[in-house]
């Protein structure tokens, strides 16, 4: 039986009459890696404040641990760590001091704070850096004390949000692993945009939009929700088109065929494709297609998230 | 309130004060900078200085008052003027274009028989103005007594506060002490807008830190940097010549007084500065209007309101500053004693507990609104 630690029920916020967050239920289980997935100004960043107890919703509830979450509570502050997307340090501190200052704001005894710091700049490979002023730092390195900072004051579940922007390729695996290395002993709610990074490393994924849950499951499921097996591009070279045409030739073999215009092909996804493939091909042309540069690809969780969402840019 | 977090911030901040050369020069070299700009702008000599006066005399009738005027003496035997000799009025009137004198005495007989006088300067030049006063209060007397009318009074100058000559230098160094005080406005500003914009603001929030402890760790370091500062002027001032005749401990207390009531009007304006240059600029402009509205360079002319304990209470009253530069100025140069200032020393930290009180409820009625996080 799984154990929820974290559960928004009916959650609404507005600021201004803008409804940033409208009626969002979720359940968050301990020990998971949970995705929580949203374009520019879906809300994500409002319900994770309502959540962490730093903003009041206009209605609903937030429950950790079964217990109603109050605006700014001592056992919720202590309970969670949130690492912004932005780096938020205090330069001319070094790194052990700034670590050791902000576990000692959670009332840790100097000891223990000093204990936790040296454990996460061993962690985080930055042991060496412990004396040097934060300002002093790479940016992959702030990165990283910047994800330590959220994590002194050993919290039950960790925000963090873009852990991954803006590193480089070295330090993007280093930070992956360590927040895999995290997941069954802490809560780790991710939020993020980059799919990939949630596909990785995410138990479970939420994606909002307009401040409303639109699903919540696996990754996996997710997938299978958008379509089973493959997807197969085909770059069309002149000819048709349409998507109604190409579904109504390949009716039978694939689940469904849409025709994206940037890059002027079709996708169709579909069980088995490669042994399929000169079966589509043949119908294809008969149809009146002229197919060129044929790919095949797996399922993404970006798939999943421009079908729910939308190719509209957001502001 | 949890006193060990408010010493945390304190440290934390001071530790920050401390490697940031820019800011460290700004807190505590500026204010030792202004004292010596002081002292050159304003000079040492005192204040009751000998005055260079001509006298162009057409008349042997008032050798008489020659003779008094090159005698005159201020209480401590320092003369009043130094009576220069010049017989044209052309080179009289070129020295007092260039400076060399104060004013220029002009004696004639007219046809009545009676001696006119006439005082000629430069009414822009501050010791003209000066040497006039102090030569009126020659001439007026000798004229009366020769004309036979009874002397109707008698000049006494008995100094209140500075019983010995003192310089401009000296007379201005409470009002600059009071003004590097103010500074620290801006200074607390700037530090709650650079928490603001680095968004270590809202680390803190995040973290157990109230509100009231956050600004009392501020307020503690910023006390302590208020405290080296004083010291630091009070030392530079010395250095320049400046004779203390008070208390340098109550002068240390009324400065951080004043000092807990910059704090508060700082956190008062770091509440609503979204980053460290806006509080600093804003900070800087509400400073300079308290230095001058206290009365720190110049007395501003305001009604009286009403009165508190025999002590006339006007509109700048409820300006801090006012207060403790009045105390400052009793207690380092009129040796005044805690009692003799404890009116201005009380309302000063009254006003200053109001500001910072206030300072207090709106950080945490903003804060409550989260208006720090969009």
Redesign the interface.
């Known amino acids: 039986m799984t154990n929820i630690v974290l559960e928004a029920q009916n959650l609404s916020k507005s600021?201004n009459g803008l409804q940033a967050v409208k009626d969002l239920s979720l359940k968050v289980e301990e020990g998971e890696v949970f995705g929580f997935l949203g374009p520019n100004g879906a809300g994500k960043t409002t319900t994770i404040?309502m959540l962490?107890g730093?903003?009041r919703p206009d209605s609903g509830l937030v429950l950790l641990h079964g217990k109603a979450v109050t605006n700014?509570s001592?056992e919720t502050?202590?309970m969670?760590g949130?690492c912004?997307q932005?780096i938020?340090?205090?330069?001319?501190?070094t790194c052990l001091?700034q670590l050791i200052?902000?576990a000692?704001?959670?009332?840790l005894p100097e000891r223990k704070a000093r204990e936790n710091a040296k454990r996460l700049l061993h962690e985080l490979n930055l042991e060496e850096k412990s004396h040097k002023?934060a300002g002093t730092l790479s940016g992959g390195m702030q990165r990283r004390l910047n994800i330590a900072?959220a994590l002194v004051?050993d919290p039950q579940i960790i925000v963090l949000d873009e852990p991954e922007a803006g590193l480089d390729p070295q330090s993007r695996v280093s930070v992956r692993e360590y927040i895999q290395s995290l997941s069954r002993k802490k809560t780790v709610i991710l939020t993020t945009h980059n799919m990939d990074e949630a596909d990785r490393m995410a138990d479970r994924v939420a994606i909002i939009d307009h401040g409303q849950l639109l699903v919540m499951d696996t990754t996996q499921a997710l997938k299978a929700q958008t379509g089973d097996g493959d997807i197969l591009e085909i770059s069309l070279t002149n000819g048709l088109t349409d998507a109604e045409t190409a579904n109504r030739a390949l009716i039978g073999f694939a689940d469904k065929v849409s025709y994206e215009e940037n890059s002027h092909s079709l996708h169709i996804h579909a069980l088995n494709s490669i042994a399929h493939l000169p079966a589509f091909l043949e119908r294809l042309i008969n149809a009146g297609f002229a197919p060129g540069e044929v790919k095949i690809r797996q399922t993404t969780l970006e798939d999943v998230f421009i079908q729910l969402t939308g190719r509209r840019l957001r502001e | 309130m949890?006193l060990?977090?408010i010493l945390?911030v304190a440290k934390?901040t001071l530790?920050?004060t401390l490697?940031?050369p820019i800011l460290l020069v700004f807190v505590l070299g500026l204010p030792a900078f202004f004292m010596l700009i002081c002292y050159i702008g304003y000079g040492h000599t005192p204040k009751t200085a000998t005055y260079p006066v001509i006298v162009l005399s057409h008349t042997n009738k008032a050798d008489g008052l020659l003779a008094e005027v090159s005698t005159a003496v201020y209480s401590d035997g320092r003369p009043n003027f130094e009576v220069i000799t010049i017989n044209s009025r052309e080179e009289a009137e070129n020295a007092l274009k260039d400076r060399r004198a104060a004013a220029l005495l002009i004696l004639e007989e007219e046809s009545d028989g009676l001696v006119h006088y006439t005082i000629r300067g430069d009414a822009l030049y501050m010791n003209f103005i000066k040497a006039s006063t102090q030569l009126e209060a020659v001439i007026i007397p000798w004229l009366e007594r020769e004309q036979g009318k009874p002397e109707r009074f008698v000049l006494q100058v008995k100094p209140l506060a500075h019983p010995r000559p003192i310089s401009e230098f000296e007379a201005y160094v409470p009002g600059m002490m009071v003004f590097a005080i103010l500074l620290i406005i801006p200074q607390t500003a700037m530090l709650i807008g650079r928490e603001r914009r680095?968004?270590?603001l809202?680390?803190?929030?995040?973290?157990?830190?109230r509100p009231a402890e956050f600004l009392g760790g501020l307020c503690l370091s910023q006390l302590v940097v208020a405290a080296i500062q004083v010291l630091l002027m009070f030392g530079a001032a010395l250095a320049l010549g400046f004779q203390n005749r008070g208390s340098l401990l109550l002068a240390l207390i009324i400065g951080i007084i004043l000092a807990f009531s910059s704090v508060g009007m700082g956190l008062l304006l770091g509440c609503f500065m979204r980053t460290d240059t806006d509080a600093l600029n804003t900070g800087s402009a509400v400073s300079m209007i308290q230095v001058f509205l206290s009365g720190a360079f110049f007395a501003m002319p305001t009604p009286v309101l009403f009165t508190l304990l025999d002590h006339p209470i006007n509109l700048f009253d409820f300006i801090p500053a006012s207060h403790s530069m009045l105390a400052l100025q009793q207690v380092l140069s009129g040796g005044a004693n805690l009692a003799e200032v404890g009116f201005r020393t009380g309302a000063s930290l009254l006003l200053s507990l109001l500001y910072f009180v206030i300072g207090v409820l709106v950080y945490r009625r903003l804060n409550d609104k989260?208006i720090f996080?969009?």
């Open positions: 600021y404040n962490c730093l903003l700014g001592k502050k202590a969670v949130v912004p932005n938020v340090l205090w330069s001319k501190l001091e200052f902000v000692q704001m959670y009332d002023r900072m004051h | 949890n060990k977090r945390l934390k530790v920050e490697r940031d680095w968004g270590t809202r680390r803190l929030n995040l973290s157990l830190l989260q996080y969009r």
